[in-house]
């Protein structure tokens, strides 16, 4: 019998992309969903949904690899 591969890890690999607003400011898109840049340090990222109060947040760290996802989508 041959074992099939299974690849279920896919937290650390969550695909993200960055593009610019028409502001310029940068923003993360999630599942098709964006994010702006709330705050950021030297090592980490901090970004919230676009919109209002949607409680979802991102973390990135080293300007552009997926940490965590904090909260749930409202929108
Ligand atoms: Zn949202």
Do not use: R
């Given at each position: 019998?041959t074992?099939?591969?299974?690849?279920?890890?896919?937290?650390?690999?969550?695909?993200?992309?960055?593009?610019?607003?028409?502001?310029?400011?940068p923003?993360?898109?999630?599942?098709?969903?964006?994010?702006?840049?709330?705050k950021?340090t030297?090592?980490?990222q901090?970004?919230?949904?676009?919109?209002?109060?949607?409680?979802?947040?991102?973390?990135?760290?080293?300007?552009?690899?997926?940490?965590?996802?904090?909260?749930?989508?409202?929108?």
């Open positions: 019998m074992s099939s591969v299974c690849e279920e890890n896919i937290q650390e690999s969550q695909s993200i992309s960055f593009i610019l607003s028409q502001k310029g400011k923003l993360l898109v999630l599942n098709k969903h964006l994010f702006k840049l709330n950021s030297d090592s980490k901090y970004w919230i949904c676009t919109i209002k109060g949607c409680p979802a947040k991102v973390h990135t760290k080293n300007s552009n690899v997926f940490d965590k996802m904090i909260d749930d989508h409202k929108c």
